[in-house]
T-cell receptor
């Protein structure tokens, strides 16, 4: 059990560019969650998967955002045509359906210039 | 919908003093309650949780929290803090019907001073 990992840890991009983040959950955790955390705020829910199925998306997830978990293991979060307001820490978490706690990765900090 | 309120954005305290970080929640259904800790440039670590049963829950590093249903609170306490406890603390709730997604408060920055 190596914990939840996220890549990259930091991303700086120019407005209008596309970015993609990756999350590797704890093995055999079938639920995977994405959150966004802006400065001075708590994390806000974006979306979650059970295995490969995306079961819920927050209204925060505009049509520029897309998330996938094609084989029910790792997940990617893509932001198209980035805006300065997308600058935030993007957190991934996973959990087993047998337990109630979510385990978080270290996050990907996105800065849009 | 659920919401979480952490009224104190910052709590300064001297080392070895007691501390209480306040958390109140609002929900129309039964919830699970959590405290997470976040150190600078790191992800969140679970500190303790209340799912059911005893309303007083404890962590391995001396923190405790008590679920109070009538006051809809889940305050975090430690009788004697250490410099290493300096971090951001987040209270969160979830419920089974909502996919167990977490709703967080805005966080409380605990700063322990010598």
């Amino acid at each position: 059990d190596t914990g939840v990992s996220q890549d990259p840890r930091h991303k700086i991009t120019k407005r209008g560019q596309n970015v993609t983040f990756r999350c590797d959950p704890i093995s055999e955790h079938n639920r995977l969650y994405w959150y966004r955390q802006t400065l001075g705020q708590g994390p806000e829910f974006l979306t979650y998967f059970q295995n490969e199925a995306q079961l819920e998306k927050s209204r925060l997830l505009s049509d520029r955002f897309s998330a996938e978990r094609p084989k029910g293991s790792f997940s990617t979060l893509e932001i198209q045509r980035t805006e300065q307001g997308d600058s935030a820490m993007y957190l991934c978490a996973s959990r087993s359906t047998l337990a109630n706690e979510q385990f978080f990765g270290p996050g990907t900090r996105l800065t849009v210039l | 919908a659920q919401s979480v309120t952490q009224l104190d954005s910052q709590v300064p305290v001297f080392e070895e003093a007691p501390v209480e970080l306040r958390c109140n929640y609002s929900s129309s259904v039964s919830v699970y309650l959590f405290w997470y800790v976040q150190y600078p440039n790191q992800g969140l670590q679970l500190l303790l949780k209340y799912l059911s049963g005893s309303t007083l829950v404890e962590s391995i590093n001396g923190f405790e929290a008590e679920f109070n249903k009538s006051q809809t609170s889940f305050h975090l306490r430690k009788p004697s803090v250490h410099i290493s406890d300096t971090a951001e603390y987040f209270c969160a709730v979830s419920f089974t019907g909502g996919g167990n997604k977490l709703t967080f408060g805005t966080g409380t920055q605990l700063k322990v001073e010598l």
